[in-house]
């Protein structure tokens, strides 16, 4: 039996097909294989609950700070004292280290003024994240008897990092502004973080 075009015809569109399906084939079976080993890489149930956190602020005085933790980082709670405001508010921007707010989750160059760094009607709360971008420590400053450096701010001990009363980098080795979170004021004295 002789076979005729149309006979080969169909065969090359059925082994097409049978490439085709056996390559779609491959690729899905190797993307649910993937998919667990991708899966894992998320954050668990314990650290997503941490994403966001409400901090009650009420009992800072001014001129006092905590530190709360907050998706395993040290973050500084200050309330400013009217001269510490006034303070920052008076330095020039141009003239800084950093010229430039580090908003967490941001990639806008903001300038680092205090009314960038704090929020509006809130210019007496500081909340930044406590670790110096020079090599990771955690500057001295929210103790009462911490050094504070001649800003009045944050000191970080390990490598003379100087950082003013809203965190901005003012000498030192330390090369960016601490970063602030994302937060905002949910009552008239407590924070969510996240």
Known sequence: MNATVEDIEGDV????????????????????ALWPFIDQMNPDAST????????????????????VLWRGMPIFVRN??????????????????????????????????????????????????????HLGCVPKGQSPGDPRGPY????????????DTLGRVRGGPAPRNLDIPPYEFTGEAKIKLG
Not at 13 to 32: E, Q
Not at 91 to 112: F, H, M, N, Q, Y
Not at 154 to 160: A, N
Request: proline share 5%; glycine share 10%; aromatic share 6%.
């Open 13 to 32: 569109s059925r082994r097409d097909f049978i490439y085709l399906a056996t390559g779609a084939f491959a690729a899905v079976g190797g993307a649910v």
């Open 48 to 67: 997503m609950s941490l994403s966001t956190i409400e901090v009650d602020i009420s009992p800072v005085q001014t001129g006092q700070a905590i530190t």
């Open 152 to 163: 009045g701010g944050y000191f970080c001990v390990c490598h003379g990092s100087i950082y």
């Open 80 to 133: 400013l004292t009217p001269e510490e405001i006034g303070k920052a508010k008076a330095v020039d921007v141009a003239d800084l280290k950093d010229p430039v707010a580090r908003l967490l989750g941001s990639t806008a160059e903001i300038p680092a003024s205090a009314a960038n760094i704090t929020k509006p009607g809130k210019e007496n709360w500081l909340i930044a994240v406590g670790i110096c971008t």
